[in-house]
């Protein structure tokens, strides 16, 4: 599915909001004025609100009743506004950008003419690449670096939505994630210590899945939450791909296989190990090792006990 809509203020305005945000109550003034545009597919959607002032609350009660496992990046377009949540306030202006986990209690107030786009993504996306634990409504700065990259992103995705086929739109909307959870994280969590710690949780995830002949680059990010691109960006900072990682390890354990002297065939344990084929185990194999599956079991097979006739 891959749809857009629109949405003028009337007697369904509450409902409209509550749909692309979860269930949310308003207090506008009489003869409100207010736009809702949107654009969403299975996974992401963009939406872009104008309008009178108004109050917008989400209570604890509201993300009982509607839970939606979601985080909300808001970036101001035009106009004045704030956002409180967890006790903490954000005020909005053009350019301000904050990351807010929907299923918290939520505040969101603005004044006239304001408008802003928000760009709702999977809470798995957003942990998978920082993790807000006890933060919430985070502001992110957009003056320079990653933060304005990141801003001039969502601008441009919103003005070529209707352009983008859905997969286009989600491969865009994960590029923006990236760009906000290094924004979000810091310099300093973006860094080094950001990047060991997915890098250890990519090898787990290989290490524990390696035998799946299925097991490539995109599965393994799709099952982590991070996008392909991030997942081989903090591997090759670490001299290695997402390919040679998953190669490495089953070769590794292929090997440990054989040493053990075991009397499985050597096909069974290449079928075992993940590879699709005798061939490509051994082209493998060889490649790395130098040596051919069958010469590591000869040099670890046990020695045969000899029996001596008494003379």
């Known amino acids: 599915m891959y749809e857009g809509g629109e949405r003028v203020a009337d007697e369904r ?4 909001v509550s749909e692309q945000h979860g269930r949310v109550r308003i207090a506008t003034p009489q ?15 963009m939406v872009c609100w104008s309008g009178d002032e108004e109050g917008v609350r989400r209570a604890p009660q509201d993300v009982r009743r509607d839970p939606r496992g979601t985080f909300s990046l808001f970036a ?6 704030r956002v409180e949540q967890g006790g903490r306030r954000v005020d909005l202006a053009r350019g301000t950008m904050v990351l807010c986990p929907a299923d918290r209690a939520t505040a969101l107030w603005h004044g006239a003419g ?11 996306s957003v942990l998978g690449r920082w993790s807000p634990v006890g933060r919430p409504a985070t502001a992110l700065d957009r003056g320079a ?14 003005g070529e939505r209707a352009a983008l086929t859905e997969r286009e739109f989600d491969t ?18 973006a860094g080094s210590g950001h990047g060991a710690a997915v890098s250890a949780s990519v090898r787990r995830f290989v290490e524990e899945h390696a035998d799946d002949p299925a097991l490539d680059g995109p599965a393994v990010a799709a099952a982590l939450g991070w996008s392909q691109r991030y997942v081989q960006t903090v591997l090759h900072d670490e001299g290695t791909t ?22 499985t065939s050597i096909a069974r344990i290449a079928a075992e190990c993940g590879f699709a084929s005798p061939g490509a185990f051994s082209t493998a194999f060889r490649r790395r090792f130098g040596l051919r599956p069958v010469d590591v079991r000869r040099t670890s097979a046990p020695a045969r006990a000899v029996s001596v006739r008494p003379r």
Do not use: K, M, N
Request: net charge positive.
């Open 76 to 81: 101001a377009v035009r106009g004045r506004g």
């Open 242 to 263: 997402p390919t040679a990682l998953i190669r490495e390890v089953r070769l590794e354990r292929a090997r440990a296989r054989l040493e053990q002297g075991t009397t």
């Open 13 to 16: 305005w509450s409902a409209a």
């Open 145 to 158: 670096g990653v933060g304005r990259v990141a801003f001039e992103l969502l601008r441009t995705l919103w």
């Open 172 to 189: 865009v909307c994960e590029r923006a994630v990236d760009l906000v959870c290094l924004a979000a994280a810091g310099a300093r969590d």
């Open 31 to 45: 003869h409100y004025r207010g736009r809702l545009t949107w654009q969403r597919s299975e996974r992401h959607r």
């Open 114 to 124: 304001f408008a802003a786009v928000a760009l709702v993504v999977p809470e798995a």
